[in-house]
């Protein structure tokens, strides 16, 4: 699949949008600056993207949300194991170095800002482009990060070997925890959408 | 191990070939990785397939073992000098992994069952095998030697 560019343009535009609502949210939730920046767009090859991401083997917390309605598409949070003890001192309002290890509220705590992201961004989509995205329950899974990338596009790798990735540099004020944050659409219901906004093919 | 730089990264649904010095590495979820070696002309490579079995007109064979173990075997005897009867294979991954895949959930199980079948056709013996669980695994083959180091996710490191 070709994207024009500018359709590339368009979504750029789009994602800025969402992505600043949801560095606004979380920081407002954290008590502390949340600055997502949205870093590229791009077709990528599923063998490249993926072994690129395997050369990361830190290990790291994955939030997947899955979003459902006429723009299927995947979100994946992902933040060192480490990060996510600090962020949930953040969240509960208590010191840093609290949280010890990654435990049932370390999870609930990723599910939540996992749900913050997922519904800023899928609301700016929702009331400015028209969009219907449903989140479903984020997922939470500690593993190495290149295997948390793996999960989350496997299924698009299987039906094709090209991935629209949507990359941002996601840093968290006060600390050095590094995140990334990645936006997978599905090709298909993007297409219609962008169709339906009117952008040249 | 050793340094990064004759390290080699293979993706999801692809396939490397080297000899030593250089190291090979890959990460597995539900992907099952073939460690394939001939010690004699220490050569070896590693498979990192996704699906059991093709389906459709994907020309990416190396995503599927029904397809990709062949081409492996193939590749390793006309690019690497490798002779089948020497052969020994290695099996890693199979993992159950997020919820959100779906269908894919019991995948890992399918993948090694048919890797299983096609290595037992084709005669090549497996001589080490770790597979399963709910984590994922990070492998690096050692071609010098054929010795694959094996780290699943918050478990020490274990020499297959």
Redesign the interface.
Known sequence: MVISPERLRMLEVIMKLSIDNASRALSKTLRTGAKITLSKIYMADFNEATEKMNNDTREMTGIIVNFKGNLGCKMLFMLPLEGSTILTDYYLRQPVGTTKEFDDDTKSVAQELGNILASHISNSLVSDFNAKLLPEPPQVHNDFAGIIFSSLVMEQGILCDQLLLIETIFEICRTEISCYLFLLPELASLEKLLDAMGTRK | MNDTHNIF??????AKITRAPHHL???????IGIVLYDPIAKVGGILHI??PKKTGN?S?LT?YADTGLPFFIAQLIKNGGASKSAMQAKIFGGAK??????N?INIGEKNEQEVRKILKEEGIKIVAAKTGGT??Y?ILLDTATGSVECRI??EPISIY
């Open positions: 990264t293979v993706g999801v649904g692809d590495k890959t990460l597995l979820g539900s992907c996704m699906l994907d990416k995503k992994m997020f919820e959100t895949a779906g894919l984590k994922g990070n996710f918050g």
